[in-house]
Every structure is written in C-alpha cells, then in structure tokens.
C-alpha cells in the first residue's frame, strides 16, 4: 500500500535497502516471521522490485547490522513482539487441552501458530514449535495411558499379555488374528466370522476401559497397534501397551 511504501521510503536510504526491507515486511506479513533473504523467491523479488518501481539491477542486499535493524522497524509498523519463550507457556494450557481430544500433531501446531500469531508474537523456527508440541501430545497421550491402566484387574492384564505369546504349534500370536479380520462373511466363510466375533466379545467389554479416551485418539491408538508385530509391542512400557491392544481390541469389536 502507498502508507507501506511511504514507511519504507521514511526508513531507508538506497534502493537496495528499500528492497530488502520492503520484502522483509511482505514475507513476514505472509509468514509470520523473517525468513533468510536468499530465499525469497525470485518471482516474490520481482514482484516487489516492480511494485517499487525499481531497476531490475536492484539486489536484496543489506549488511548484519542492518538486517538486524530493519527486523526491529517491521516488528515496530507490525506492532508485533519478537519471539521469547514465555509465549510457549503462555499457550501451553491451551494446546493441552487440544491435545487431550486432536492427536495429530499437525492440527495442535496450526493451533499453536494461530494463537501466537493472535497475541502478536514473531513465530519461532517450526522446529521449536513442533518439538514443543510434540512434548505436549506426549505428556497428555501418557497420561491416558496411565489412567487406562489404573483401570485394569490382574485378570485383564495377564488375559492382554496373553496375546503377544507366541503359539509354537501355529508359529503365531493371537495379536497377530487380532489384526486381521477373517474373509467377507460370505456363506462359505460364514462360520469363520462369527467364530471370530465370538473370539471378539470373548475378550471383553473394552470401552469401560477406554472411555476416557477420545475417540480420534482410540482411532489413532489403533492404527499405531496395526503395524506393530507383538515382540515390538512388548518393547512399549505398559500403560501404552495395553491402551494400544485395547484400542485395537475396540475398533475390532465396533467393526
């Protein structure tokens, strides 16, 4: 905008210097924070350099010292504060809360990035922002686990164990049937299939167990329960073993 332009023009004193800190208010417009000037697109550059009505022989080039300074005077037009790690605390009881019902990581970043964005803060490098979220969907998912095995009798627990013994006469474990379902209940597999619902419901009312635990959440417990063998899974402690075969167990049964 003219008031933009007019702003830059104020503040710098070449063209160089006038295009460098023209894109570094654009791009952080779009992005949310100040990216490496090398990296601006070559088509953002000439989009800008043209708006500007500059030479195309006009480079972003600007030393440290000024880099640093046109960072300053951006946050200052923008009216945004520099990253500081209070922020992350400062959200941190939000994104529990979100992570206690959205397990994938990616829709808990997108809310982490809005609500900085929305208290005026420079966003971090995404590699703060995605390790701290994954610290927190971590805490939250153990602290599921850990409710869920509160919850379970000896019986439950040696009758979950049971599941990853291997059988030597078959060479497999019941967790292994428990992955796969039986042929479509045609006729002539008809008995196979109740059989294996049979089996199902044998193992008991699993939802007491789990309903503490948000639906996506069992959903992606039990996905995660699909592609591990059981000598994998008795590697995973406790809490988020059984939480895993419970889930898969409930999907199984809701089927």
Not at 55 to 72: A, C, E
Request: aromatic share 10%; proline share 4%; with cysteine.
């Amino acid at each position: 905008s003219s008031v933009e332009i007019d702003y830059l023009k104020s503040n710098t004193r070449n063209d160089n210097s006038l295009l460098s800190m023209a894109l570094l208010l654009k791009t952080f417009q779009w992005l949310g924070y100040f990216p490496e000037l090398e990296t601006v697109s070559e088509n953002i550059v000439e989009h800008i350099r043209f708006t500007l009505k500059l030479d195309t022989s006009i480079k972003p080039v600007i030393t440290n010292t000024t880099l640093y300074i046109f960072h300053q005077k951006v946050r200052s037009y923008l009216k945004i504060n520099p990253y500081n790690r209070s922020i992350l605390n400062e959200i941190s009881e939000i994104l529990f809360e979100v992570a206690h019902y959205r397990d994938n990581p990616v829709d808990i970043i997108n809310i982490a990035i809005s609500e900085i964005t929305n208290r005026k803060y420079e966003l971090p490098a995404y590699r703060t922002i995605n390790e701290f979220v994954l610290t927190i969907r971590k805490k939250v998912n153990e602290k599921l686990c850990k409710e869920l095995i509160s919850k379970l009798s000896e019986d439950m627990i040696n009758n979950l164990e049971a599941l990853l013994e291997l059988d030597t006469m078959y060479n497999r474990t019941l967790y292994n049937d428990l992955k796969q379902f039986p042929k479509s209940p045609t006729l002539n597999h008809i008995k196979e299939w109740l059989d294996h619902l049979e089996w199902l419901e044998s193992l008991g009312n699993t939802e007491s167990y789990l309903n503490h635990i948000p639906y996506q959440k069992l959903i992606n417990f039990a996905e995660e329960a699909k592609v591990l063998d059981a000598s994998e899974m008795k590697d995973i402690n406790k809490p988020k073993r059984y939480t895993l075969i419970l889930s898969l167990i409930y999907q199984a049964q809701i089927k």
